[in-house]
């Protein structure tokens, strides 16, 4: 398995390309809501440039509380195999009114959830890849994002 190591520039440069879909497609989030652990740096980042509440939730809690009938910008840092964005997805559509959009840093071709908005397609079937993300193994790595 290879494994890519996606810099703080990396996620910034997906980040701004995120910002420029939305505003392409007319969209504008009231409010970012983050999957924790992966989407809390990202929506953290794009709470602070769009200067929008910023809410982190885990997908296996139930309790959340989100403003009604806004629009609601939901990220991770991968939409993988789709499982997570499927879950919390169906959740928000049974619990909450409210105009949802999904957006990921890195979205995988295989994935059974099609997102709204990603940076990078990456297709696990063909190259078996490992996205590491600059929170991910920060310990052990350099600013270049190279192994020590």
């Known amino acids: 398995m290879r ?16 910002i420029r879909q939305m ?7 009231d409010v970012v809501v983050g999957l924790v652990r992966g989407g809390s740096v990202p929506a953290n980042l794009l709470s602070q440039f769009l200067d929008i509440p910023c809410y982190m939730i885990n997908k296996d ?10 629009n ?14 499927t879950e919390i997805s169906s959740y928000f559509l049974h619990e909450y009114e409210g105009n949802f959009k999904y957006a990921t840093l890195i979205s995988n071709v295989g994935s059974s959830f099609e997102v709204d908005y990603y940076s990078i397609e990456i297709n696990k079937i063909e190259e078996n890849i490992w996205i590491v993300f ?15």
């Open 72 to 85: 609601i910008l939901v990220i991770d840092d991968i939409n993988d195999t789709g499982s997570a964005l």
């Open 23 to 29: 505003y392409m497609d007319g969209f504008k989030p």
């Open 61 to 70: 809690e139930e309790t959340h509380l989100l403003p009604e009938g806004s």
């Open 134 to 148: 600059p929170w991910e193994n920060w310990w052990m790595t350099n600013p270049d994002g190279d192994l020590y």
């Open 3 to 18: 494994h890519e190591y996606l810099s703080d520039v990396d996620v910034k440069n997906c980040l701004m390309d995120i």
